[in-house]
């Protein structure tokens, strides 16, 4: 069964880093981008980070330019997220584009069940 499985997520103070993981099975990443998006209650799906699978080209969304970063092995996509700030609190889901990079969620076609991010004091 071809799925996303995100880990990684967890409860943190203002400053503090979180590496999450999506770990990719079956022919997932035949794609040519990967991309991580974020929802916070009440609020939209919000772009957060893709990374092109051959170039590994990487693009960010604004509000966390300078402070994540996206990177793949084989079979995982990573995003790194330092400096955290209690608007980063969402959970965090990652997905596969249907063709290259995106910033729009319709653009995906597969999800995972996301991992939660607290950030709080």
């Known amino acids: 069964q071809v799925q996303l499985v995100e880990s990684g997520g967890g409860s943190v103070q203002p400053g503090d880093s979180l590496r999450l993981s999506c770990v990719a099975s079956?022919?997932?990443?035949?794609?040519?981008?990967m991309g991580w998006f974020r929802q916070a209650p009440g609020k939209e799906r919000e772009f957060v980070a893709c990374?092109?699978?051959?170039?590994?080209n990487t693009y960010y969304g604004n509000s966390v330019k300078g402070r994540f970063t996206i990177s793949r092995d084989t079979d995982t996509v990573y995003l790194q997220m330092n400096s955290l700030k209690p608007e980063d609190t969402a959970v965090y889901y990652c997905?596969?584009?249907?063709?290259?990079?995106?910033?729009?969620?319709?653009?995906?076609?597969?999800w995972g069940q996301g991992t939660q991010v607290t950030v709080s004091s």
């Open positions: 079956g022919r997932v990443l035949s794609s040519s981008a």
């Open positions: 997905a596969r584009a249907r063709g290259g990079y995106s910033e729009l969620a319709s653009e995906y076609d597969l």
């Open positions: 990374i092109r699978w051959g170039v590994r």
